[in-house]
């Protein structure tokens, strides 16, 4: 079982950045890779980043690549995203998410944990 908090969301002027932590509870936390997924008024829910358990290895939607880096530091059980270059398009409700299936998951059915979210709003 783990349990994610998301916190650091918050409004931000175009352009700005914002990093959102997740933080973990459970002592298996390093065998699980994390993804941040995020919810726009309106929308589906939609993958941004994920990290593979040891966070060498990473993905992200195109729609962030080269503004958002997704971090981890198992010793402190607790996932990262930093984000930068924000548009107001990135305004959404940002989720962590935990997955036990190996691999680098970006499909919402492939996590078996979520926190609640934090809302991060862009103004232009």
């Known amino acids: 079982q783990v349990q994610l908090v998301e916190s650091g969301g918050g409004l931000v002027q175009a352009g700005g950045s914002l990093t959102l932590s997740c933080a973990a509870s459970?002592?298996?936390?390093?065998?699980?890779?994390m993804g941040w997924f995020r919810q726009a008024p309106g929308k589906e829910r939609e993958f941004v980043a994920v990290s593979n358990w040891n966070g060498r290895s990473t993905y992200y939607a195109d729609s962030v690549k080269g503004r958002f880096t997704i971090s981890r530091d198992n010793d402190k059980n607790a996932v990262y995203l930093h984000m930068n270059s924000l548009k107001p398009e990135d305004t959404a409700v940002y989720y962590c998410a935990a997955a036990m299936a190996a691999g680098l998951r970006v499909r919402i059915n492939d996590y078996d944990y979520w926190g609640q979210g934090t809302q991060v709003t862009v103004s232009s």
């Open positions: 459970g002592r298996t936390f390093s065998s699980y890779g």
